[in-house]
Every structure is written in structure tokens, then in C-alpha cells.
């Protein structure tokens, strides 16, 4: 029996193993991706089952998990240095001459690789299995970041055994990242949450690694490139371009753009090459890295205390023009925050024409002291949206004018309020506002929310200045105007019939994804999913008050109390009203789960801190599963209050004087039945659901000549 399951267990890892490799270093698509997702469910329900069975670099890793409080570190084998930069063509010849000089004018190749803009990442593979990650730390001692390592797609668990022969422990360094359109999107989601922005993609990638719970880090869809290989001993590589052969064919992502080049002009030319062309890699990079290619040339070369003196990297200067600022345009996103856009004198920039940059808010337009006219310098570095960095004051001509910024909507006139610690004035006219009201169409219909096939955030927003739609339940009423759609430029009966399909299709869309999709403030997919499966119900979710909101796991309080606002209104539960009639999923279908036991029935738990063994999601659904009820705050009739790491003092003071009893994690798993004690069958246990995060499946394909990154 046990063998058979081992089997079963076997058979699924090496399949989607294979499946993986397929997708990600060959763009080959074997099967759907909900048959992929099929595969995964099946395998993370018998390792459920089963734990003992389960290994380590199981592809259910990918989905992530596993809660990591405070990453140990590990001393590196080989320490992680740096390399030395240069800026300029002469310096890179100097480079050549020394490695020559060094090498005593024996012949010398080079290979020429782009330098990723990410985060250094040493992975450790013995027999062929991925066994650790550690960051670069301070060179000698990193973090060991291993199960957020484990989530990214691209990199193999466990190698292929093709190619050269695998040393049975060796070390894979190389670049970890956020590709540019995940990074875009992720910006765009926090902008519409109200969230900070991340500066660049280099700065996602390393707050992502460092994050506790794996399962966000897999949402996060960082990939690798992997760009040297280590082993105890002499490395049995004659080149450095003959290990990247290999690496690629034991199944590491490592980036085709390498390429190897027999003298410096060839170099030179590489570095011209790229230096457009790196702006249409889904990808950021910062430069050239030249790489001696011949390992026994390496070895003589040797390093200085800080980098080898066989390597080098050679930086694209961050792009900077100097242009005129016509003007400032105020655009008010789906939040009301009003954001200053400079339109600026066409100005090649990077690789694009830049006619557009931020000028993130009203302090930054004081702190540049910009005004209309002015000749202004603007920057792309890391940044994806070109950023005015200052002014050319000695050119400021006689008439420019200063900027005032404005005390009124621009879409709607409503006096602008700025609410304490913001930076962005807004405007609080949500419902009237048409930029809002639009904005929150779109996200209604985007991809991540309601994914109504056939209309799109441009569609959506024509149907809005027709007045078609005022709404999300307005576009529940556009069957009844279908002949009038038909009429409209590039519309056409097809395209309606698209459209029609695609409203009654998102009738099926999952409740966390309509709520998602509802636009409120700081209500993200995350947390949207998490009020579902807590609440189950919108009637149950719209009763709840701002401190019961506020004690569902990953909800806080400026979220809570937004959402909570939010079902206050009776415009928005009119709105949900109307959405109900329309037909939508309003409530998570499927049985509620079952509960496990009684054993916690009448006991009432505070969840607080951070747990060392379970997650705190995990502990308040074994209490729910039990019987228990989670609430948010402490008062007399609380049980228990479950106090983890990092609990602030005035729960603690609060529950000692109220004489609740304070119990530990281990306390309250001692409460619960044990598994001997459980009636639970195999059967049963198969049935449950298994733990999925947003990137449970592989998303489309975005093969580019470097592969499918996503
Ligand atoms: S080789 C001895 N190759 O650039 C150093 N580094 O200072 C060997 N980087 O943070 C590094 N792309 O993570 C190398 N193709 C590439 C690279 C690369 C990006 C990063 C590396 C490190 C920095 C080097």
C-alpha cells in the first residue's frame, strides 16, 4: 500500500518535473495549464495524506507554504564577491591590456554576458538536488532563504541528468529577479491599493526573497538566471562558456544572450549592441559583465581582496535628457488620488521617446522648484517611468511660470483634501468623479478581478463616455442594448456576441475575485481572499465591524476600517444588490468545511504575534476545525489569548487584568485531538482541497528570445 502511494508520489513529481523543464526552458506546452494545476492538486492532496512521503523539492514546493520567521545564514564555501565597474570604452581596453599583461600575451577569449539587475543568489545542488539558497549577505555569510528559493518556476528542483557529468555537490550562482511586466503590474496593483510605490524591479526582488511566507513569495513570480558554477576542487570545466553549456543542459535557466568573443573589439561591439536592445528584454540590466572564458587563465589572474581580476562589468550610464516641460497634467486614479504628469518636448530616452514623466506629488514639485517652461533633465534608470530628476535653473526663461498645484478636482471640481501623512492630494468624490468611477470600471473587468472576455479597459471606458455604463451592475444591463453595441465602430456582431458570452461567463467567477474586483481601498486579491474564506458570505462580510475585520489574519486595521466603511454606504450595497440580481458569485460555493472535532466547542480564541510552528491562518482554521471561534478583540468572556513571538505588551497587560488565561502555540496544539484520537479517512483526507496560492497555475506562455519567463 505504502509503496503503491510512494509510486503514485514518484510518478507525479518526475511528471511535472518534465512538464516544467518542458514550459520553462524549452516553451514547449504539454498540456493545458489546468491539467498542470490537475497534476499539482493531486500530488499536494497525497503528500497532505501522506507527509513522510513528501520530498523536499517536491514542484507543490513551488506553490510555497512554509513560514520562515528569521532566515538562519550560512557561511559561503566561496565567498561572493563583487566586481570591479567601469563606465567607459577606454577603461574596458585598460581591462583587456591588464588581463594580457597578466597572462603574459598568451592568447585570451572573453565572454560577454548582461548584468541582471536583481539580487546574487548561490544555490547549492548535491546529487542533483536543489539542498540550499543563501543570498550574498556581507560576501562571507548570507541568509539561507531556501523554501523562498523553492518558488521560483524556472529554477529546477532537481536536475536533469543530461550533458556533462554532474559533480555530486557543486554550487550554481546567478541572479535572481522580477521581470519587468510583473514588477509594472505589481506597481499598478499597489498604486490602486493606495500602497507605496516600489522604486524598481531590483528592490521587489530583494523585499520578495526576504519576505516569511513563501506562498507570497511565489505570487511575486521572481525568475533566475544562473551565470557561474562552482565545485570543490578544480573546476572540471576547461571554459566558463563550456559550464554555461552545461548548466543549461542540466536544466538551469541560464539568459542565450551570452556570447563569446575572441578579442576586445569584440567585446566592444557587444556592449554596443545591447545597449538598445536590453531595453526590449522582459528583463532589467545594468550592464555588460566580460568574463575571462579559460578557468586555468582565471586561476592565474587570481583577485584583489574585493573582485577577480578576470571579470569585470561595464555600466550603461542611467540615461538622462534634457528637455522642455510644456506643461503638468493632473490624473486622478480609481482611489481619487490626483498624480502630476509632466508633458515634456519629445525627447529620446533609453531605447523610447519620452513625451511623459512622473513627478510623483506636490512636494516633489516644490522640492525641484519645477516650473512651466523649464528646461528640465529626466532620468530612466531602474525606474520603468522616466523621473524628472531637476531643472536647468541657468536656462529658466524670463516667462516661465510656477506651478500651482490645483485646490480642485480637475475631472470634477470637488476641493481636493490631503489626509494626514499622505502625500497625494484626492478627491473624495468617489461616486461622482467620471476618472474614478471609470478607473473602477476597469479594474472591474481586468483580468485579475471579473476577466470579462471582449471588453477590455479600453472598451470598457469607451462604453463609459458613451454612458452605456455607469457601473459594474450597469454592464449586467448591456444585453439589452446589444443592437446599439453592434452599431458602434469597430464593434460589430461578433465582437457583441464575444461580449455577451463573456458577462454571462464572469457570472461564474469566484466571490474573492467580484470583491477583488469592488475597488475597495486597500483591498487587494490577497485579502480579498481571505475575507471570503473567512466570511463565506457578502451578507456576512458586509455585517462584520472594523475590529472583527480586523482580526482576520492579513487583514490590519486601515484595511479593515476601509472595508468596512465601504459596506456603510448605501450606495455600495445597493450596488451589491444590483450585482446579486445580475447574478454574480456573491458567496463561496461548496460546502463549508466540515468540522474535525468538538473539542474546542464554546471556547473563544485571540490570535496574537507570530507563531513558531503554524502559520497563524493555519492555527485559526485548526481552532475553527475544532470547533473554536477566532475573535478580534480581548475582552472578559475571551478563553484563551494564543500569545506568539512578538506580541505587543498591551494585549498581554489587557488579558492579565481581565484574568484570561495566556497560553502558548504548543498549549493550544496540546488542546486538540491527536491523530490517533482522529476518525478522519484516508478518503476524507483526499478530498480536502489543497493549499493553492495565485500562482498555483503556469501562466501563458510569454516566450521572447529568452524563453518563457512567466
Ligand atoms: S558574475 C565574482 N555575471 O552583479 C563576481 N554577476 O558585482 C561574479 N550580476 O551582485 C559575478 N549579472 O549578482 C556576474 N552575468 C552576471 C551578472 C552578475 C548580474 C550581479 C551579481 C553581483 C554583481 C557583481
Not at 247 to 269: F, H, K, M, Q, Y
Not at 342 to 356: C, E, H, Q, S
Not at 679 to 684: G, I, K, L, Q, S
Request: aromatic share 6%; glycine share 8%; hydrophobic share 40%.
Amino acid at each position: 500500500m505504502m509503496t503503491d502511494i510512494q509510486q503514485q508520489i514518484t510518478a507525479l513529481t518526475e511528471r511535472l518535473h518534465h512538464l516544467n523543464y518542458q514550459y520553462y526552458q524549452r516553451d514547449i506546452s504539454e498540456v493545458s495549464d489546468q491539467e498542470f494545476d490537475e497534476l499539482l492538486a493531486q500530488l499536494a492532496r497525497l503528500e497532505q495524506q501522506y507527509p513522510d512521503l513528501a520530498h523536499p523539492n517536491s514542484p507543490t514546493q513551488r506553490v510555497g507554504g512554509t513560514i520562515t520567521k528569521q532566515f538562519p545564514t550560512a557561511e559561503h564555501r566561496y565567498p561572493m564577491l563583487s566586481l570591479g565597474n567601469t563606465y567607459s570604452e577606454a577603461d574596458l581596453r585598460e581591462f583587456d591590456e591588464r588581463v594580457r599583461r597578466g597572462l603574459e600575451g598568451a592568447d585570451v577569449a572573453y565572454v560577454c554576458e548582461l548584468k541582471f539587475d536583481g539580487v546574487a543568489m548561490s544555490l547549492a545542488y548535491q546529487q542533483g538536488q536543489l539542498t540550499q539558497g543563501v543570498t550574498r549577505g556581507d560576501s562571507t555569510r548570507g541568509d539561507v532563504v531556501t523554501s523562498n528559493v523553492r518558488t521560483i518556476r524556472n529554477l529546477p528542483l532537481h536536475l536533469r541528468p543530461e550533458g556533462a557529468p554532474q559533480p555530486p555537490e557543486f554550487e550554481v550562482r546567478g541572479e535572481i529577479f522580477m521581470p519587468l511586466p510583473v514588477f509594472a503590474e505589481l506597481n499598478q496593483e499597489r498604486e490602486a491599493n493606495g500602497e507605496a510605490l516600489l522604486a524598481n524591479p531590483r528592490n521587489a526582488a530583494s523585499g520578495a526573497l526576504k519576505l516569511q511566507d513563501s506562498a507570497q513569495v511565489a505570487a511575486r513570480k521572481l525568475r533566475f538566471y544562473a551565470y557561474s558554477f562552482l565545485m570543490p576542487g578544480r573546476n572540471q570545466f576547461p571554459t566558463h562558456s563550456a559550464s554555461l553549456e552545461a548548466l543549461r543542459a542540466w536544466g538551469l535557466p541560464v539568459s542565450d544572450t551570452w556570447r563569446r568573443c575572441g578579442t576586445i573589439e569584440e567585446v566592444l561591439d557587444f556592449v554596443h549592441q545591447w545597449d538598445k536592445q536590453r531595453f526590449e528584454l522582459p528583463v532589467a540590466t545594468d550592464g555588460i559583465v566580460i568574463k575571462v572564458d579559460d578557468f586555468r587563465q582565471q586561476e592565474l589572474l587570481g583577485f584583489t581582496a574585493k573582485s577577480p581580476r578576470w571579470a569585470i562589468a561595464y555600466k550603461y550610464p542611467a540615461e538622462a535628457g534634457r528637455t522642455r516641460l510644456q506643461a503638468i497634467q493632473y490624473q486622478v486614479g480609481r482611489t481619487g488620488a490626483v498624480t502630476p504628469v509632466a508633458l515634456l518636448d519629445p525627447v529620446p530616452l533609453a531605447g523610447t521617446v519620452v513625451k511623459r514623466a512622473s513627478v510623483h506629488n506636490a512636494n516633489q514639485i516644490a522640492a525641484l522648484d519645477l516650473r512651466l517652461g523649464d528646461m528640465v533633465f529626466v532620468e530612466k534608470g531602474g525606474e520603468i517611468i522616466p523621473k524628472i530628476t531637476g531643472v536647468d535653473v541657468a536656462a529658466r526663461p524670463a516667462d516661465s511660470q510656477p506651478i500651482v498645484y490645483p485646490t480642485e478636482c480637475p475631472a470634477c471640481g470637488t476641493p481636493l483634501i490631503r489626509p494626514e501623512g499622505e502625500a497625494h492630494f484626492r478627491c473624495p468624490n468617489d461616486r461622482g468623479c467620471p476618472p474614478q468611477r471609470k478607473a473602477k470600471l476597469e479594474h472591474f473587468v481586468s483580468r485579475k478581478a471579473l476577466n470579462i472576455d471582449g471588453l477590455g479597459a479600453e472598451t470598457v471606458g469607451r462604453f463609459f463616455d458613451l454612458s452605456l455604463v455607469t457601473d459594474a451592475a450597469s454592464l449586467y444591463d448591456l444585453p439589452a442594448k446589444a443592437a446599439e453595441l453592434a452599431q458602434l465602430d469597430r464593434m460589430g456582431e461578433k465582437s457583441v456576441q464575444r461580449l455577451m458570452a463573456g458577462l454571462e461567463a464572469s457570472k461564474q467567477v469566484p466571490f474573492d475575485r467580484v470583491l477583488f474586483g469592488l475597488g475597495i481601498r486597500y483591498v487587494g486579491e490577497t485579502v480579498a481572499e481571505k475575507l471570503v474564506n473567512h466570511y463565506r458570505t457578502v451578507e456576512a462580510l458586509a455585517a462584520a465591524t472594523a475590529t472583527e475585520l480586523a482580526a482576520v489574519p492579513e487583514v490590519g486595521g486601515v484595511i479593515a476600517e476601509s472595508a468596512a466603511a465601504w459596506f456603510q454606504e448605501p450606495e455600495n450595497q445597493q450596488l451589491i444588490e444590483r450585482l446579486r440580481a445580475a447574478g454574480l458569485q456573491l458567496a463561496l460555493t461548496g460546502e463549508a468545511p466540515q468540522p474535525q472535532s468538538d473539542r474546542l466547542a464554546g471556547l473563544t480564541f485571540v490570535l496574537s504575534g507570530v507563531f513558531e510552528q503554524h502559520s497563524r491562518e493555519e492555527l485559526q482554521h485548526l481552532i475553527e476545525q475544532h470547533g473554536g471561534k477566532i475573535t478580534g478583540s480581548i475582552s472578559k468572556k475571551l478563553s484563551y489569548l494564543v500569545a506568539g513571538d512578538k506580541m505587543g505588551p498591551a494585549k498581554r497587560e489587557k488579558a492579565t487584568s481581565l484574568n484570561v488565561p495566556i497560553i502558548g502555540e504548543t498549549d493550544l496544539l496540546a488542546m486538540l485531538p491527536t491523530a490517533t484520537d482522529e476518525a478522519e479517512t484516508p478518503e476524507e483526507a483526499a478530498a480536502a482541497p489543497a493549499e493553492g496560492t495565485s500562482e498555483t497555475s503556469r501562466p501563458a506562455a510569454g516566450a521572447g528570445q529568452q524563453g518563457s519567463l512567466f
